[in-house]
């Protein structure tokens, strides 16, 4: 893959990939296996929208992650699968291996009778068989559709029903820490629902009783068993889906944003080996889950593309303590690390003897992910984990932009804590004010958007292309907003300063506050909700919840109970509200609006300065949500 090797080298790129885009992106392009070269390299507007990359070229993306690696690499170990239970033996999984597990169960796939375009659920925990189920989809041209192994049995059937799924790979448990968690028992309730599901195949895990419908489960073992290793790529047209992920809003249920082939394969391999500077020889490991999009791009697809070993990891950071991710450090002699700022501020926060132990001395790259890291936390990385030698890059992207747009590139761009810094060549970011007329210059801030497009720009959101439009394309006219606010210091380092929209970033993860109001709003004692976030030490961001009950006779902290609990089933516990507030009513317009940066501003303890409060339509409310607030 092209990698930029000094800082003057990426700014002859940049300039390059902004004054001849097309040129620029077929250089890279190149360096893939296609099965019949693209005739035209791109085709766009941002008004319908309709963006379309390498037109009339066809390949297969197993065929550029898998068999190109295979006559120099069949013996190079792709995955180092680490379980939850350190105690367990970790698997090695070679290129080779990962082909013929990745083809056998491609070959189960088409005899139960998925075809190209069809839409798979996957549902499952952090264990090879995962990967192999998204590349098995991917061989035969069938769409797959994640959903992160957390979401419950209702999520789950909005997201099965709304992708039309027809098949769902599962498992019977995962571990998760010292608990094991269903997985198929989940399925078999969202399942109820879902008339579109034929089949279901389960992976023997934790060796959970599942109970297994007749004609609609199979069990995974017993298919595979007797499927040869060999099952021939199917070719799609670049612009043929690759896959549907759900991410929330600030509206609505989540959408399920689409990837197609060859952008997809095309920019998230480039930014990978440019972002970590990865070398053949390194050890990379990415602490996501394959349920969200730093897992699909930065664990299963991109390392591959680029021939990467790669750690995969099934457990979480604090077990069976808070040692656990600096102990696979030293044990798998990793050299690259990228993970979140929450896990990083919660394992500062269990303190350095849980560091110490460890060498940490085979480190090269740290990156980080997900939301903006204080700049406390950076330095506690780069001097503790770091050892003040190894260089962070700080990655902004979003499950639309399908990889990192703004970031260093590891010991090239000059760092600075709390910034990803400059963007990526191909990528064109400016500032707007909320009327979106640009902000030029530095020293500035603004609503970040992105005004050219690079390979991999959401294509549409699955079955709504109007919804895509007005999410992304519409705000302002002509170019992608991203949902974020930013900064952009003297030197042109962009600061992100977090969502402008009604979107909350728990430990990283989105959540949308209508989602969380309507879940609350299900419970029968409750009239009406209104949820914002507010600083949370550890999850950079917690949820809060303001309730108004209809029933003043049940004791608050058994309906708090109920309300989280109710949350739990309707999205899954990592949308469940930190605090929960019951209020006589909620500060609204005239017009009936809620005027939710008054909410937002008592959540986040700024009580001094509400701002106008004139228009309300009844101010005492305020006075009495600030007497009942939660500290
Ligand atoms: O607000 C930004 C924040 O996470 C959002 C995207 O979330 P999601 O689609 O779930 O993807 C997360 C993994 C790429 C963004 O709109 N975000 C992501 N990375 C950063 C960030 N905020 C600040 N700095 C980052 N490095």
Redo the contacts with the bound molecule.
Sequence with gaps: MIKINSFEEYKEHYKLSVEQPEKFWDYIANEFVWHKKWTKTLEWNFEEPKINWFINGQLNITQNCIDRHLPQYANKTAFIFEPNNPNEKNEIISYQKLHDEVCRLANVLLKMGVNKGDTVCIYMPMIPQAVYAMLACARIGAIHSVVFGGFSSNALKDRINDAKCKIILTTDGAYRGNKVIPMKETIDEALTHCDSVKNVLVYKRTNTKVTMLNNRDLDWEEEIKNQPTICEPVFVDSEHPLFILY?SGSTGKPKGVVHTTGGYMVYTAYTFTNVFQYSPNDIYWCTADVG???GHSYIAYAPLLNAATTVLFEGVPTYPDASRFWQVIDKHNVTHFYTAPTAIRALEAAGLDFVKPYKLSSLKVLG??????NEEAWHWYNTNIGKNNCPIV???????TAGILISPLAGITKTKPGY?TLPLPGIQPILVDDKGVEITGNSIEGNLCIKFPWPGIIRTTYGDHERCKQTYFSTYKGLYF???GCKRDKDGNYR?T??VDDVI?VS???IGTAEVESAINMHEDIVESAVTGYPHEIKGQGIYAYCITTNDNKNSDQLKKEIIEIVNKEIGPIAKPDKIQIVNGLPKTRSGKIMRRILRKVAEGEISNLGDTSTLLDPNVVDDILKGRIH
């Design positions: 991410t969200w999009i730093t980080s992910v997900g939301e903006p890291i700080d990655t902004w992207w979003q499950t639309e990803a991203t949902g974020d992100i977090g969502r970033n990283g993860h989105r």
